[in-house]
């Protein structure tokens, strides 16, 4: 049985996670501002939020209007979002996380471009019988 992709339920826990994770980041500004091996993994952990934001985002756009589009919108906003979180703890961190976000949805849009490559076939397996 083939599990059926909801995008509704996707963004539902992208939200719960963006903002449990915005929670979190908060919590530790002041650990993660102490020394400047923290405020590096600070930019690590904020760009999480990138790939997050454009999950959240390409689900509402998905719930919103169903055509396909190239995302771009999606990808500079996630990105941006990363960045001024991170910007909250040190601006080293906002460069970290912003090269990191490029690197995550980078890699987000290679996956979708091989996972939505076939959109258009029918995941079933053809017969090889012939009909007669």
Do not use: D
Request: hydrophobic share 40%; net charge positive.
């Amino acid at each position: 049985m083939e599990a059926k992709r909801s995008p509704g339920a996707s963004a539902s826990l992208c939200v719960v996670l963006l903002l449990s994770s915005y929670a979190l980041v908060q919590l530790l500004v002041p650990t993660l501002q102490s020394s400047p091996s923290a405020t590096i993994i600070g930019g690590v952990l904020c760009s999480g939020f990138s790939f997050l934001l454009v999950t959240l985002l390409g689900n509402l756009q998905e719930l919103t209007s169903p055509s396909r589009s190239q995302g771009h919108v999606e990808a500079i906003v996630s990105i941006a979002g990363a960045a001024t979180v991170a910007w909250a703890i040190h601006p080293v961190s906002a460069t970290v996380s912003t090269f990191f976000s490029i690197v995550t949805v980078w890699y987000v849009s290679r996956v979708s471009k091989e996972v939505y490559s076939g959109s258009g076939t029918s995941n079933t397996k053809k017969s090889t019988r012939s009909r007669r």
